[in-house]
């Protein structure tokens, strides 16, 4: 078995949360190790041109002010690690986690960064189309250059489906989109913005039964009028979903509290604790309203600061 690592700070996930809470907490002299997570640099890395991070003027990508962000956080010496945690436990004042590789870490305080994921139908023919790279994506921005002068369809009805359907229309010749109930969750101004554009149907009261393909890729979308029960097929060789994102707070729910959607419940609003002394939490893990890089490197700054204190009231 290998030695158990004592530290004092761990903050698990890479994005602009997890890099944040890192750069201060390094710079704090709490020597912190941050374990990446699946997605290294996070929801980011997804993204193409970022203009609203305060501080790059000519704007910046995703990818690159990730890149940016992690070496920022190993100037100071965080020990930046690929792999995930999959196992925490709780219970004590040391915080016992467990990376993928099987490595147990107590760490003292703990920063969770971990970030959202997006959602999926979960239809058997869309993760099979997901898994073959043929057609189903859950961010346009990242995808839409592939269906460059083809039709695609998006479901969704939110305002990422509505940016990401607007986004698609200036690509595509055609863009439909499938809208479950007969009305728009998203804001009148971006769903009127979506109706306006002449390659963009709307359908309302429209549901997914089955993504059409030749195994390999994506050739239609069988949907179904749940008024009418009228089914109908629509060509296309993209199909873009974008239905909400899901926080991948999994392994802490047997401790830390969560809300009824699995977001980390703030134990103190204004400040980042948990309901779990020494345990902080920045980022989307815990945030359903802003969603935005700068929103989670500014919680990720709290989280940071409010470590360092709980350490220093520790030793006091
Ligand atoms: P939302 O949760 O707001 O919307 C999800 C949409 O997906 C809903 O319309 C929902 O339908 C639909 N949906 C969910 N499950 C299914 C399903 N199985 N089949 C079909 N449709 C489904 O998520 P968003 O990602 O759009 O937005 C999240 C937050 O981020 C919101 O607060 C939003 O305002 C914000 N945001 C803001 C932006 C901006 O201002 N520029 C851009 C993007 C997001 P139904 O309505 O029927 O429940």
């Not at 039709?151 to 969704?156: A, D, L, P």
């Not at 305002?159 to 010749?173: G, P, R, V």
């Not at 479950?180 to 969750?185: E, G, H």
């Not at 949907?223 to 239905?243: D, L, M, R, S, W």
Request: proline share 3%.
């Amino acid at each position: 078995m290998s030695e158990i690592e004592k530290i004092k700070c761990l903050i698990i996930g890479s994005g602009p949360a997890g890099y944040t809470a890192a750069i201060y907490a390094a710079r704090a002299d709490m020597k912190p190790v941050l374990y990446q997570g699946l997605q290294p640099g996070g929801q980011l890395t997804t993204t193409n041109e970022v203009e609203n991070f305060p501080g790059y003027k000519d704007g910046v990508t995703g990818p690159e002010m990730m890149v940016e962000l992690e070496a920022q956080a190993k100037r100071f010496e965080t020990d930046v690690r690929p792999g995930f945690i999959n196992k925490v436990d709780f219970n004590e004042e040391i915080h016992k986690c467990w990376a993928d590789n099987g490595k147990e870490i107590h760490a003292e305080t703990v920063i969770i960064s971990t970030g959202a994921s997006a959602k999926y139908l979960g239809l058997e023919s869309e993760q099979h189309y997901l898994s073959t790279g043929g057609g189903v994506s859950a961010c346009a921005v990242c995808d839409g250059f592939f269906y460059r002068g083809q039709e695609v369809v998006i479901v969704g009805a939110g305002d990422s489906a509505c940016e990401e359907a607007h986004y698609l229309s200036k690509l595509c010749t055609k863009v439909t989109m499938l809208v479950r109930k007969d009305v728009f969750r998203a804001s009148k101004i971006m769903a009127q913005r979506v109706a306006k554009v002449e390659n963009i149907e709307i359908l309302f009261n429209t549901e997914t039964e089955e993504v059409l393909g030749d195994g390999q890729v994506v050739t239609g979308v069988k949907a179904i009028n749940n008024k009418t029960n009228e089914k109908i097929e629509i060509p296309c060789t993209g199909f873009f979903v974008a239905i909400g994102h899901k926080p991948n707070t999994d392994v802490f729910k047997d401790f830390i509290h969560l809300d009824e959607t699995g977001y980390i419940k703030y134990e103190q609003p204004g400040t980042s604790k948990t309901n779990v002394a020494g345990v902080f939490v920045s980022g989307d893990a815990a945030d359903k309203n802003y969603r935005q890089a700068v929103t989670a490197a500014g919680t990720g700054c709290m989280a940071a600061l409010d470590a360092e204190r709980y350490l220093a009231a520790k030793e006091h």
